[in-house]
């Protein structure tokens, strides 16, 4: 005697296997889909930062390091640095409240070609026996000019500093200029500078500037209207 199952049994679970597959296959499809999806935004943000560190190393690159817009000192632009042989650099005649001799050969025995005002800079270049060859200097970038000769140890080249230093003469018809401890006529009195006399000097505060010593050395502050400022190199 056969045993057969009823018809709607029979298509009860017919139609539940078919339910378990389509539910099957709906799963299946969409966990590939959000996989996709999510390998496609992995690529996206790796992208992302990859393109954020270049640029970030780039606009680094591009700010010279110590010399933000900051610490660009205000009112002390001069003509771009000329171009020299090499060999030539910018220094500083010694500052001994005087003259120096510019002679035409590189000995005391050689007439004096010219003079210059201690503390003034100079383009110059070593050459044997303690001198230095002292040129004339352009801004239209013309070849420099052989003035004469200067001893070597009349010359003073200073140090690099953190902001760049430019020349300056002193001109106070008092006959001096005090340098303060601060920017301001409120702070003490350090030192004095006599009319006439050259200083480096950087960094503007309202109508007062930072002065140094030929050697690089912060004296104080000195008023901005007791100066004028030289176009030339800075240092």
């Excluded at 025995?109 to 210059?116: E, F, K, S, T």
């Amino acid at each position: 005697m056969k045993n057969n199952l009823p018809l709607g049994i029979l298509i009860g679970l017919l139609m539940a296997l078919m339910i378990a597959l389509v539910a099957g296959g709906a799963y299946y499809f969409i966990s590939k889909r959000q996989a996709a999806k999510q390998e496609q935004v992995n690529k996206d943000t790796v992208y992302v930062e990859t393109q954020t560190e270049a640029t970030a190393e780039a606009q680094s690159a591009d700010i010279p390091q110590g010399l933000e817009q900051a610490d660009i000192p205000q009112g002390l632009e001069t003509p771009a640095a000329q171009q020299v042989s090499t060999g030539r650099r910018f220094g500083l005649i010694k500052d001994e409240g005087g003259i120096t001799n510019i002679r035409r050969g590189p000995g005391m025995n050689y007439a004096v070609a010219d003079r210059i005002n201690d503390g003034m800079f100079i383009l110059f270049e070593n050459v044997e026996g303690g001198w230095c060859k002292v040129y004339n200097t352009y801004t239209d970038g013309t070849e420099p000019d052989l003035i004469g000769y200067v001893r070597a140890d009349k010359i003073v080249v200073p140090p690099k500093q953190s902001e760049p230093t430019a020349v300056a003469y002193v001109s106070d018809q008092d006959g001096f200029t005090n340098i303060r401890k601060g920017p301001g006529t409120s702070y003490d009195v350090v030192g004095k500078v006599k009319d006439g006399s050259f200083v480096l000097v950087s960094a503007r505060y309202s109508d007062w500037l930072k002065v140094y010593s030929q050697g690089g050395t912060f004296r104080g502050y000195i008023s901005s209207k007791k100066v004028q400022l030289l176009e030339g190199p800075t240092f």
